[in-house]
């Protein structure tokens, strides 16, 4: 329980500082402003990565500074770009693209390059939309009536980089295909791969095992940036010259061989340095001792635009992904997270510092192996979450423990002026405050007790005792009072009682003090106390014992255990006080055993005592737990039927009895006959009180062993008993 707690208190203030430091990041990052670090970091990552291949589908036919020194003119003449596009168009290549713009005849030649357009189907041209940085310039009218023009725009970012393509661009509700794009399709169509929507988006781009997400205005690092037309994020093959590539002299000259062209792309475009067809991109950096970006050339850019598609569309190459903003938010919240807990955990700046740039560094590795594998995912974000949720739980600790330290002192000031034991601790359970009287109870100086645990100082089962009462106030709140055993440093072991309370400072430390009082004495009194009234307790159990024996013994037949005289009154008074209040009618039988003086006689007095005793339990076994059977002497049995419905259900009890009775009882090897007389009397119609009827059933007793015994008789003053024949209410049992 105490670790849940101080885990829920540990979690609310590492959540609370988390969603406040990723919450302000998170605003940071939608104004724009950490933009040039994130797209410098992804700048730096396309340079640390391993440089691919050359893609070996593409090749450049540059023109070259070496070139215009030969020509000697520039724009080049149509008839050199006629003679060229021939001998390339001999080669078969699958495509030919024409990074040169040429909207106006350069003479001569100039109905050999048209003659050229017109018979080479699968040579595109360029043109520039008009869009914010030029005016635009028209591709030859011939290509774009052959449909045979795609545009070469490009999309800068505020440095100037270039790190995104164009595949379509809607303009005034024409779409338009990009340079690059119209090469590749070119290229795809003779592997049966033609351009297709996705089924989720069908918006979206699909070509063979690739689909090229759409560009958004916060993409990656990106904050509201132009999303105009079909963007995608490039994926550069590295810095400049990483394709393959020969000058316009060399083709003219006939020194590449045709192999160096059949079957793949040629690009056609300027790489001369003076021509300024130059652009930035995340490889550009600066050349050792000189501030100036490396460039790369604008037919390059080109075929790098070109190879991406076709490895995506045919190697299943990566293209650069990137997550939601929700997912986003929850990744800069873990790692604010992470530096909260780090710092709440370590407290110590220098470990702290140790662990975080650890943190950071495994960030930086996360991030970059994710950005191997094509995922974009924001680095200076979590970085900076990490560090702030990391100062700032470092600033609230140095807060707390300064507020710690006043209380510290205000508490030691003022507990030393009581005279009771009195201790403070923390929430981890050590002393923080002990008062002199503390010390001296122990026997311990303040200097051994102050930072020390229960179990440093105590013996285990008592600091265990001690720990948990502790804990169950820091968890309730509530105050507690307690005692417990308390062993000192001399050995000796005292009885204390502690009230304990939390306390809380400015800061929100919160702070246990126990007031701690001796009462050994005490206890021993109520031991004392305690062992006397426990005496009492046992004495009074053993009169309570003796005086339920001697009742018993004074109300039962000590023979056969039956209520004795004295009982059966009790009982017929309460019955016949029953019946009274109740209208119900009780019934009394008195039996006797016939002959039972001959069987003491021939039998044995002891015999005589088994046979009695037999009788009793077989009257108790045959009745209902409501009667009672008493034995008022000698071989006279007495049987009260109270609530009994009719005399009837007497009449039918009593002949019961006669049967039950008549059975042979075996008696120490011995078969023993006798019978019974019984003479019935019920209340009120014979008697209405216990003397009367108690006369009139023993009378009618001995009217039935007058008619012959072994039988019953219901008492009836009114009847005279004739000498011969019987009464209507005497029943013969033989």
Not at 76 to 84: Q, T
Request: include cysteine.
């Amino acid at each position: 329980m105490r670790q849940t707690w101080q885990g829920f208190r540990f979690s609310k203030r590492v959540l609370l500082t988390s969603a406040g430091v990723s919450g302000c990041i998170i605003l940071l990052r939608l104004l724009g402003w950490l933009e040039v670090w994130e797209l410098a970091i992804l700048d730096q990552s396309f340079r640390l990565r391993p440089l691919e291949p050359t893609d070996d589908r593409i090749v450049i036919v540059g023109i070259q500074e070496s070139d215009l020194q030969q020509l000697r003119k520039f724009p080049i003449p149509d008839a050199v770009l006629a003679e060229l596009l021939q001998k390339l168009k001999s080669y078969e290549p699958r495509a030919i693209g024409l990074d040169i713009y040429r909207n106006l005849p350069v003479k001569p030649g100039t109905e050999e390059l048209l003659s050229i357009y017109r018979s080479t189907p699968n040579l595109i041209g360029i043109q520039q939309i008009q869009d914010q940085r030029s005016q635009g310039v028209p591709p030859p009218p011939i290509l774009i009536d052959r449909n045979q023009v795609g545009f070469n725009n490009l999309v800068h970012d505020p440095d100037s980089k270039v790190r995104r393509g164009l595949l379509y661009w809607e303009v005034d509700g024409i779409n338009y295909e990009g340079f690059a794009l119209k090469l590749a399709l070119k290229y795809l169509a003779q592997e049966g791969i033609t351009p297709q929507g996705t089924q989720d988006t069908p918006s979206q781009l699909r070509l063979g095992k690739a689909v090229f997400p759409l560009f958004r205005p916060n993409d990656g690092g990106y904050v509201r940036a132009d999303d105009g037309g079909y963007q995608f994020l490039a994926n550069l093959r590295g810095p400049a010259n990483r394709f393959r590539q020969v000058s316009l002299a060399d083709v003219l000259a006939n020194k590449v061989p045709a192999d160096f062209f059949r079957g793949r792309i040629v690009l056609i475009g300027s790489t001369a340095e003076s021509l300024k067809d130059y652009f930035l991109t995340s490889y550009s950096t600066s050349a050792p001792g000189s501030h100036e970006l490396e460039p790369i050339s604008g037919v390059e850019l080109q075929a790098n635009f070109l190879s991406q598609i076709l490895s995506s569309a045919l190697d299943d190459r990566a293209m650069i992904r990137v997550w939601q903003d929700p997912l986003e938010w929850i990744w800069i919240f873990g790692w604010s997270w992470l530096g909260a807990v780090i710092s709440w955990r370590l407290r110590a700046p220098v470990r702290t510092g140790a662990a975080i740039l650890l943190a950071i560094a495994s960030l930086g590795g996360v991030v970059f192996g994710a950005f191997l594998v094509g995922w974009w995912i924001p680095l200076m974000p979590a970085a900076i979450g990490v560090v702030t949720a990391a100062i700032v739980v470092i600033a609230h600790i140095a807060f707390l423990e300064e507020e710690l330290k006043r209380s510290k002192e205000f508490l030691n000031g003022v507990i030393n002026t009581i005279p009771d034991p009195i201790y403070v601790k923390d929430q981890q359970h050590r002393w923080i405050v002990v008062n002199e009287a503390f010390c001296r109870f122990l026997g311990r100086s303040a200097r051994d007790l102050i930072e020390k645990l229960d179990y440093d100082t105590l013996p285990l089962e008592e600091a265990t005792i001690t720990r948990e009462q502790d804990q169950l106030v820091f968890e309730t709140s509530q105050e507690l009072e307690s005692e417990a055993s308390f062993t000192v440093q001399s050995g000796i072991t005292r009885q204390i009682a502690t009230k304990r309370s939390l306390h809380k400072d400015a800061a929100g430390n919160v702070f246990l003090v126990g007031v701690m009082r001796d009462i050994t004495e005490r206890k021993h009194m109520e031991e004392e106390l305690k062992r006397t009234a426990a005496e009492l307790v046992r004495s009074n159990q053993q009169l309570q014992q003796s005086a339920t024996q001697l009742h018993y013994q004074a109300t039962h037949d000590s023979l056969t255990g039956l209520p004795n005289r004295q009982l059966f009154q009790e009982r017929l008074a309460q019955a016949l006080d029953w019946a009274s209040q109740n209208e119900q009618l009780v019934a009394l039988l008195f039996l006797d055993l016939d002959s039972f003086k001959l069987v003491n006689d021939t039998h044995g007095h002891d015999t005589g005592d088994l046979l009695l005793k037999a009788v009793a339990q077989r009257l108790t076994r045959c009745l209902r737990g409501s009667d009672t059977v008493a034995r008022l002497g000698g071989d006279e049995f007495t049987v009260i039927l109270p609530a009994i419905p009719s005399i009837q259900d007497a009449t039918r009890v009593a002949d019961k009895i006669l049967t039950t009775l008549s059975q042979p009882f075996a008696l120490q090897g011995q078969i023993i006959q006798t019978t019974s007389s019984i003479g019935v009397t019920v209340y009120p119609e014979h008697g209405q009180d216990t003397e009367t009827l108690l006369k009139a059933s023993d009378a009618a007793m001995y009217q039935a062993k007058q008619l012959g015994k072994s039988r019953f008789f219901v008492y009836d003053p009114g009847i005279e008993i004739p000498t011969t024949g019987l009464s209507i209410y005497a029943r013969d049992a033989s």
